[in-house]
């Protein structure tokens, strides 16, 4: 997998200020249903393999949050951490797995869609 650069930043600004800013907050609409309780992402951030999730984390989990207030997200990134992993935790207690292992953010987040399509139906 190559590596992803990232821009560098402007002046004293942040490397991607425009995560704060309401159009990339709504820019994806992607609400979770209802039966979703929790969201579980765990990549280790010295891993090359694991590069997906971290990007995935980075840029998307923001306008996750802000579209879905009543799920509690919870971001393991630790180097104890040997899988990659996004899982989504129902309130009957029902578990989905997307494994994010050597893979690119853009297919980490197709494979989440696919997944709550799965889930709803």
Known sequence: MAAR??????GGQNAFPYRR??????????SLPPKI???TISYNPTT??????????YQHVPQLKYNNPDVLFSIVDTIKVTQCTLKLTTK???????NGENTESVEIK????EKLKEITE
């Open 21 to 30: 800013t309401l159009d990339h907050l709504k820019a994806w609409r992607l």
């Open 37 to 39: 309780k929790k969201a």
């Open 5 to 10: 650069v990232l821009p560098k930043p402007k």
């Open 110 to 113: 197709r494979k989440l869609t």
């Open 48 to 57: 090359d393999n694991h590069t997906g999730m971290k990007l995935f984390t």
């Open 92 to 98: 009957k207690g029902q578990r989905f797995i997307i």
